[in-house]
């Protein structure tokens, strides 16, 4: 499948402009999240950078920067250019990760989701975010005690909605 081929089948459109240019220039987004949005679309799968796969697969302390964090960027950048598909394969991704990460959740990788997810997040209880809160609620992060995570509940205000929905989704909070 060609690129244009592939980008028309996830919905993806481009100027006139650009499509009748040789190669196109994207300016705001990072190249590798970039080029694994595209190899993507070629093949309709993940790239072993962004998932897990295998029996052999193991996840380490590290999964949080190594692998989860490039998930969410993966899937916020499917999100700007609305690549659904895509999006469920790297919330898929990271809810496989989160579901058998056997470590405890430290702040700062909690911190670093949280940052990574939601100043990009529109929509609350979106599949990324639903992963996220219910993967802090489950691991009782450290995070939640401290003042920098009442700060990220009234920085992001989707991070509150989403933990409040989770919350009471998880039998948590009574309303």
């Known amino acids: 499948m060609n690129l244009l081929t592939a980008m028309r089948f996830y919905g993806l459109t481009l100027s006139l402009q650009e499509a009748s240019a040789s190669t196109i220039e994207v300016h705001d987004d990072d190249p590798e999240t970039f080029q694994g949005m595209m190899e993507f679309f070629y093949s309709n799968s993940m790239d072993s950078r962004f998932r897990l796969k295998g029996k052999d697969c193991r996840i380490y302390s590290n999964s949080i920067p190594n692998?989860?964090?490039?998930?969410?960027?993966?899937?916020?950048?499917?999100?700007?250019?609305?690549?659904?598909?895509?999006?469920?394969a790297t919330s898929n991704s990271a809810e496989e990760i989160t579901k058998s990460y056997p470590y405890e959740l430290t702040a700062k990788d909690a911190e670093l989701m949280i940052k990574a997810h939601y100043p990009f997040c529109t929509s609350v209880m979106g599949d990324m975010g639903q992963v996220i809160t219910k993967f802090i609620l489950r691991k009782e992060s450290a995070l939640m005690r401290t003042n920098a995570f009442d700060n990220f509940v009234h920085v992001y205000a989707n991070f509150g909605a989403d933990l409040y929905f989770s919350c009471k989704q998880g039998g948590l909070l009574r309303v």
């Open 67 to 88: 692998v989860l964090l490039p998930l969410i960027h993966l899937h916020a950048l499917a999100d700007k250019y609305d690549a659904k598909a895509l999006q469920e």
